[in-house]
């Protein structure tokens, strides 16, 4: 079983995120351990634990978990631990922010039980963090990295967005060294998207922004690629790379389509064919739970097309690829022939394939 966590607070909106957040200086951090270890509870009846007895992973995401009080983390994970067990080789993951990553934060989250923390980079360029609305300064990424490992956390992942505005005048190359100089065990990246209602689409709509237009995102993605591969790192899946046997484990097991529980507003879980998520706001979420009703906003159940597409989708995001039978011969002939596929014991996408991934998977039948 692997558990994901969605902390929703953060300091300020990032202008590019439409995340489900609650923007709060001070954070209601013992009320929301509280509202989540009384939902945690609601779930240990459930018929999925049969098969999967045994917590793998469990990832606090967000929002900006390194905002909650640490007492709150250890609150969270030893509520978790006193309902299930843990296996003892578990990867537990903390998203933290760079600003919020002190010596005494870091133990207090290695004490608690974290042993991974994904830090928002995002980028190392001033000009850019500040058109981001990010809270913390390049500066800050350096010291957090030294009080992460001093704590003896030594599995960091950091992450990057690519694919900016050309106006804002990123260097992408020398971000990506000055990530790769951090001696990372795992980087994300993620191509900058417009999401509406967030500050960056009111000012594309209003023409203060301009887009990075598709050969600028390709000729990003594949520097990385290229730098990434490098450094020593696997690309193993469309937004990832890691050291040899540092691959995220909790995102490998959606991948895989593991059963998973979503505790927090707007969390998601799944269980084979089936998903559900709960209600998007963080009050309604909390009033929810406090009233002892239902958190669950909807469910769905794929049949068997949405299944098979999903999990030729999920198979054609990672280097661990599909049986090659599994796609008609004249796709992948066709894939192979354009520079998108490569087939040896398993059909795997190439760094040009995960371009057109979406096209790609929408194309089969
Ligand atoms: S810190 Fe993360 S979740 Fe919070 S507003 Fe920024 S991008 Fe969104």
Redesign the pocket.
């Known amino acids: 079983m692997h558990i994901y966590i969605h902390v929703p607070f ?5 202008s ?2 439409d ?1 489900a ?1 609650a ?1 709060r200086r001070e954070v209601p951090s013992a009320s929301f351990a509280a509202a989540l270890l009384a939902e945690w509870r609601g779930w240990q009846a459930h018929p999925a634990w049969e098969d999967s007895p045994t917590v793998e992973t469990i990832y606090l995401g ?3 978990p390194s905002r909650l009080d640490p007492a709150a983390v250890a609150a969270i994970l030893a509520g978790i631990a006193a309902e299930r067990a843990v296996s003892p080789a578990a990867e537990t993951t903390l ?1 933290a ?1 760079p600003d919020d990553v002190t010596p005494a934060a870091a133990a207090a989250w290695v004490a608690a039980g974290v042993n991974r923390v994904s830090l ?1 980079v995002q980028s190392f360029d001033p000009t850019v963090l500040e058109w ?4 913390h300064t390049a500066a800050q990424v350096s010291p957090a990295v030294a009080a992460l490992r001093s704590a003896g956390i030594d599995d960091i992942s950091l992450d990057l967005i690519f694919a900016l505005p050309r106006s804002l005048r990123r260097e992408w190359s020398a971000d990506l060294e000055r990530a790769l100089a951090l001696a990372p065990e795992h980087l994300s990246l993620y191509g900058l998207t417009i999401e509406p209602r967030t500050p960056l689409a009111r000012w594309t709509d209003r023409a203060e922004v301009r887009p990075a237009d598709d050969e600028a995102y390709a000729g990003e993605f594949l520097l990385a690629h290229e730098r990434m591969t490098a450094a020593g790192l696997e690309h193993y899946e469309v937004s990832n790379a890691a050291r040899p046997g540092r691959r995220a484990r909790h995102n490998s097991a959606y991948w895989r389509r593991a059963p998973f529980i979503g505790l927090g507003p707007a969390a998601h879980s799944g269980f084979g064919a089936g998903r559900q998520w709960n209600l998007r706001d963080w009050p309604a979420w909390q009033r929810a739970v406090e009233s002892g009703i239902s958190t669950v906003a909807g469910r769905e159940d794929l049949d068997a097309g949405q299944l098979r597409l999903e999990r030729r989708y999920l198979g054609l995001r990672t280097i661990d690829g599909l049986e090659p039978d599994d796609l008609p011969v004249g796709i992948r002939d066709a894939w192979e022939a354009a520079g998108w596929a490569r087939t040896s014991d398993r059909t795997r996408l190439t760094p040009e394939g995960w371009l057109r991934l979406d096209a790609l998977a929408a194309a089969l039948p």
């Open positions: 953060c300091a300020r909106r990032c590019y995120c995340f957040i923007v967000g929002g900006t998203e922010n928002g981001m609305h990010r809270t």
